[in-house]
T-cell receptor, first 109, second 114 residues
Framework: DAKTTQPTSMDCAEGRAANLPCNHS???????VYWYRQIHSQGPQYIIH???NNETNEMASLIITEDRKSSTLILPHATLRDTAVYYC??????????FGAGTRLTVKP | GAVVSQHPSWVICKSGTSVKIECRSL??????MFWYRQFPKQSLMLMAT?????????EQGVEKDKFLINHASLTLSTLTVTSAHPEDSSFYIC??????????FGPGTRLLVL
């Protein structure tokens, strides 16, 4: 599966949109982009995934660039409970999830 | 979303004893289950993958005789840490998947070996 690069940490003001970037320049055509988050001392929580098209669900939006070499996870109105480590994982459907270091998002009041 | 549970959430044991952790998929059939380990301030590391009814496949460096995995049904997998030592103290997280679909994770089990 392709490697991903994420910023180590980010801050966001409560109520504002949090935009978390992820680079995956070596992604191949059959690899999906998945996002998970891990709140302190809990198991990872699935957020969203996509292949080519932008995706939206009740938690977040996923924007994938046309060349698929990068993506952005958008939390439209961040709350303090969104403080967590966010993981971007690129994976062929059916492969296991391998976690990098992720981005530590801190939402501040 | 799909729900995965783990039991216990916390366990403290003496060095040399064995500890069993259960992982259950509550609302789907987990054809594949995964076990991860996470040390403080580190990311999750995959330990092993198991398909229902088959032997687990272990990642390099993970001792299969020390970490016994059983995936005997489509809703239950167990991880037994045999002869636990203080260096086995960690956060153990299971994950489950139906077919090729998304992996869902349990809440984790914190193991402390004294």
């Amino acid at each position: 599966d392709a490697k991903t690069t994420q910023p180590t940490s980010m801050d966001c003001a409560e109520g504002r949109a949090a935009n978390l970037p992820c680079n995956h320049s070596t992604i191949s055509g059959n690899e999906y982009v998945y996002w998970y988050r891990q709140i302190h001392s809990q198991g990872p929580q699935y957020i969203i995934h996509g292949l080519k098209n932008n995706e939206t669900n009740e938690m977040a939006s996923l924007i994938i660039t046309e060349d698929r070499k990068s993506s952005t996870l958008i939390l439209p109105h961040a709350t303090l409970r969104d403080t967590a480590v966010y993981y971007c994982i690129v994976r062929v459907r059916g492969n296991d999830m391998r976690f990098g270091a992720g981005t530590r998002l801190t939402v501040k009041p | 979303g799909a729900v995965v549970s783990q039991h216990p959430s916390w366990v403290i044991c003496k060095s040399g004893t064995s500890v069993k952790i259960e992982c259950r998929s509550l609302d789907f059939q987990a054809t594949t289950m995964f076990w991860y380990r996470q040390f403080p301030k580190q990311s999750l590391m995959l330990m092993a993958t198991s398909n229902e009814g088959s032997k687990a496949t272990y990642e390099q460096g993970v001792e299969k005789d020390k970490f016994l995995i059983n995936h005997a049904s489509l809703t239950l997998s167990t991880l037994t840490v045999t002869s636990a030592h203080p260096e086995d103290s960690s956060f153990y997280i299971c994950s489950a998947r139906e077919g090729l679909e998304t992996q869902y994770f349990g809440p984790g089990t914190r193991l402390l070996v004294l």
